[in-house]
């Protein structure tokens, strides 16, 4: 037979699997990012120690390539402030 107390029983069991559930998620998310943090902070060192040519030359790239978006900026800037 249903009782409320069995109803009430019920509301508070699944709340509290709920609240459960959301902390647990909470926690292995947490865990999860700080393993994700913690591995792209690896392989950006050990990208960091590379030093063949091509990635030599790569980086550069990527430096002359963010200089001319700053120019470039720079210049846009410029022009609305006049």
Request: zero cysteines; proline letters at 1%; charged letters at 30%.
């Amino acid at each position: 037979m249903i009782t409320v107390e069995n109803i009430e029983n019920s509301a508070r069991d699944a709340l509290n699997a709920g609240l459960g559930l959301y902390r647990t998620a909470e926690s292995k998310f947490a865990e999860l990012r700080g393993q994700i943090e913690k591995n792209y902070s690896d392989l950006v060192a050990r990208g960091a120690t590379e030093n063949a040519e091509p990635v030599v030359q790569m980086r550069r790239y990527l430096d002359e390539g963010i200089s001319t978006v700053k120019n470039l900026q720079q210049q846009v800037e410029g022009t609305f402030k006049k």
